[in-house]
């Protein structure tokens, strides 16, 4: 019930496309989701993050849709570019001080020119 | 420059010989993590520490270690390393470690390798 399953593992897209990656979850007392993006040879760095009382949020390219009945949600990243090849982590938590961040396997994206 | 720092970027051990992965923070942070990425297993809590002297299990803890005797410094220790425990390690800080709408900072990583 902790888990957070993430898909796909890989994707590839060409540039100026649509990027998609989904997330489910099924902690229902999750109530903070965020993305963190990681290039080759870096920590993980925080994208963008949404809480459950919104369906959508966006800064710039990066789109989060949040739907809560089906616990899942996604990252769409529009006009796709080379620099945005990276690996991608969703996570889910508690919004309580100490819990920890629960990580989906990642998703590796490479976005072609 | 607000940072995590971790050190050393690469090791190399043998199987039981103690080692210690140092991270030390410079944004008065009271929150402090580590993880292990591994491949298809994304990244996993090993320890946390919500503040000085108060640290806790993630959910890998097994064969290590952690101590928190000053708020910026978070070691990760291994005290009889075996090649499972080879792999990517990140430590993270974060304000108050309250997890809303607060950003959780990165190292660069540690990549071990356990022979």
């Known amino acids: 019930q902790q888990q957070v399953k993430q898909s796909p593992q890989s994707l590839i897209v060409q540039k100026g496309g649509i990027s998609i990656i989904n997330c489910a979850y099924e902690?229902?007392?999750?109530?903070?989701f965020p993305w963190y993006q990681q290039f080759p040879g870096k920590g993980p760095a925080l994208l963008i993050a949404?809480?459950?009382?919104?369906s959508e949020k966006k800064e710039g390219r990066f789109t989060i849709s949040f739907n809560k009945s089906a616990k899942q949600f996604s990252l769409h990243i529009m006009d796709s570019q080379p620099g945005d090849s990276a690996t991608y982590f969703c996570a889910a938590t508690i919004n309580q001080a100490g819990t920890a961040l629960i990580f989906g396997k990642g998703t590796t994206l490479s976005v072609s020119s | 420059e607000a940072q995590v720092t971790q050190n050393p970027r690469y090791l190399i051990t043998v199987t039981g010989k103690k080692l210690t992965v140092t991270c030390s923070q410079n944004m008065n942070h009271e929150y402090m993590s580590w993880y292990r990425q591994d491949p298809g297993l994304g990244l996993r809590q090993i320890y946390y520490?919500?503040?000085?002297?108060?640290?806790d299990k993630g959910d890998v803890p097994e064969g290590y270690k952690v101590s928190r005797k000053e708020k910026r410094n978070f070691p990760l220790i291994l005290e009889s390393p075996s090649p499972n425990q080879t792999s990517l390690y990140f430590c993270a800080s974060s304000l108050t470690g309250g997890t809303a709408n607060e950003k959780l900072f990165f190292g660069s990583g540690t990549q071990l390798s356990v022979l």
């Open positions: 902690n229902t007392a999750f109530d903070y």
């Open positions: 949404i809480r459950p009382d919104v």
């Open positions: 520490s919500m503040n000085v002297e108060v640290t």
